[in-house]
């Protein structure tokens, strides 16, 4: 069983870690090294992750019952009453298949009880993952290619999930 812990900024040096590990373990075959490097300079220094919460990204770090070290994380923040847009969702690629980020969404759906709507964007050659999606009751709402500087682009499907 997995549970959640809300991260502070405290958090930033560990999230930054997971991060790096997990993107450099499971993009090079979707993205290219200069972009994965882009990326998360962007996104995950440690000041860009600091910056993201007190702009109201919630994150949380997900933890197998009985760990002390946290095998993911998953950022989530409000875009109107009952919808909410999940930035990041990662876990750890030595974790997956044992059925923690199907858990760990369970979770995340108890900490907001309002929650109607998840959005999210995931990269059109990210098969595995846009997989998990499918199983846990996302679909696909639409393609976009979203520039993202330095000549790079997001080529995503953003996915939906809406409350039963």
Known sequence: MVHLRLATPADAPTIHALAHRIWWAHYPDIVTHAQIEFMLERG????????????????????ADEQTEPLGYISMSPRGPGAYFIHKYYLDGA???????????????????????????????????????????????????????NGFFMNDFEMVWIKK
């Open 44 to 63: 995950y220094s440690e000041p860009a992750l600091v910056q993201q919460m007190a702009e109201g990204q919630a994150f949380h770090l997900v933890f």
């Open 95 to 149: 974790q997956q298949g044992k059925g923690f980020g199907a858990q760990a969404f369970q979770q995340l759906l108890l900490q907001y009880p309002d929650l109607q709507e998840v959005r999210l964007a995931v990269n059109r050659k990210n098969y595995k993952s846009i997989n998990f999606y499918f199983k846990i009751g996302f679909t696909i709402h639409h393609c976009m290619d979203v520039d993202i500087g």
